[in-house]
């Protein structure tokens, strides 16, 4: 189960983690934002040192409730932490959180290597044909509406059925437009409530049915610090036990704020599987 990403080919057979670099001043989790160039290069230096493969930079938060920025200021923030780490971490696998087309297309083009995209191409009908013009790998995630309106359209007659047939009607658009790495992500917290995000979770072995990389991106998310009753801060610990759960389920990609424990969750999970 390889990806090109840039020429070099990437075996997700084995897990790998994807470290989180928020380039905002309102991510949900604080301790993910760099917002100053010494930040970010300390930040992207650590998450290499422990062992992520990728680093996934937003510049324009997805948060429930999040404000909406225009185009120009996410790429105002963007693109010069892409060109700031890639002077000092050439061999750096950068991966872009963005929904919009015009935005993917420059960061590509300031050296990224594949797009993270939360709305799997619905929120820019542009999307799809950027990512098939530079056949970079594309990570398509599952949600409804906007991160401004998600968070009241978490209604569904069966949300892993739900699911399935949203990502394949995406995963045949794609195709269509010749896109050959694709990657997907059930969307935890994205127009899912607490009780449905452990729903998914206790399913995820059937979204393998799709036979492509699945991501996991649980990372202290409140549907850990809410249910243990807990803040944000003391969410590493839950964050671990889900992801190791989602190993075990056949998750290929952590998308982690932590690298360091989550490559220790792979490494001690790999014993079990092998």
């Known amino acids: 189960m390889f990806i090109n990403c840039k020429g070099k080919l990437l075996d997700l057979s084995e897990p790998k983690v994807m470290g989180i670099m928020n380039i905002t001043p309102d991510s949900f989790y604080s301790g993910s934002r760099t917002n100053t160039e010494k930040e970010i290069l300390l930040n992207a230096e650590k998450m290499l040192t422990d062992g992520a493969t990728f680093l996934d930079l937003g510049a324009y938060s997805s948060r429930p409730g999040a404000k909406d920025i225009s185009v120009e200021e996410e790429l105002n923030r963007m693109i010069p932490a892409i060109e700031l780490i890639l002077k000092d971490f050439p061999e750096a696998v950068l991966s872009i959180d963005t929904f919009r087309a015009e935005v993917a297309d420059k960061c590509i083009d300031a050296g990224a290597a594949l797009i993270n995209d939360i709305s799997a191409g619905k929120l820019d009908d542009n999307m799809l044909a950027t990512i098939a013009k530079y056949q970079v790998p594309y990570i398509m995630m599952h949600m409804k509406g906007t991160p401004q309106t998600m968070k009241d359209l978490n209604q569904y007659e069966d949300l892993t059925t739900d699911v399935l047939f949203y990502f394949s009607e995406r995963i045949k658009a794609a195709r269509e437009l010749g896109i050959h790495d694709i990657i997907i992500d059930p969307g935890f917290g994205f127009a899912k409530n607490i009780d449905q995000n452990f729903e998914l ?25 809410k249910k243990l009753d807990i803040s944000v801060n003391d969410a590493l610990n839950g964050t671990s036990v889900l992801n190791t759960a989602a190993l075990l389920k056949g998750a290929n990609i952590l998308r982690v704020h ?3 424990e989550a490559v220790e969750c792979i490494k001690l999970t790999r014993e079990l599987i092998n």
């Not at 979770?201 to 610090?225: H, Y």
């Open 258 to 260: 932590d690298v360091k």
């Open 201 to 225: 979770l206790s399913k995820l072995e059937l979204l393998k049915n799709m036979e492509l990389p699945l991501l996991m991106g649980v990372s202290r998310k409140s549907m850990i610090w």
